[in-house]
């Protein structure tokens, strides 16, 4: 079983499609998106095989910037820290298994889901707008 991570909270997971098909691209953290073709892909999960991997943040804000506009998924070891960055890269959500889940509750998360009030640049420009 797997659960999903989004803004609102631990959601049980609604993609009913399956993970193979030409709907879904599965990527590794050092794909090369030289070449990828993303017509017709609704849904692109990228592996985090560590915490300390960030290579899929970069790679999510490529494929965004690239125009991607359908789902975009963390899954692996991605723990509630990063999911500030994981929104701001691009992802839509983090897939975890249930034992991540269990180290992990909800409650973790959702401390983290006001991942736009909580920037760098937001935080810059609060204090600019101060003085």
């Not at 609604?14 to 691209?25: C, P």
């Not at 560590?50 to 943040?57: K, T, V």
């Amino acid at each position: 079983m797997t659960v999903i991570v989004t803004d609102t909270g631990f959601a049980a997971d609604d993609w009913t499609a399956g993970f193979e098909g030409s709907d879904v691209l599965v990527l590794a953290s050092d794909a090369n998106l030289n070449g990828v073709a993303l017509d017709g892909v609704d849904l692109v999960r990228i592996e985090f095989p560590s915490f300390a991997d960030g290579r899929g943040f970069t790679l999510a804000r490529q494929l965004r910037l690239k125009g991607f506009e359908g789902r975009l998924r963390a899954f692996g070891h991605v723990i509630a820290d990063q999911y500030a960055m994981a929104r701001r890269s691009g992802f839509d959500e983090v897939e975890l298994s249930d034992e991540l889940a269990a180290r992990q509750p909800e409650d973790q998360w959702l401390a983290r889901a006001n991942w736009q009030d909580h920037s760098y640049q937001a935080r810059l420009r609060g204090s600019t707008a101060a003085r």
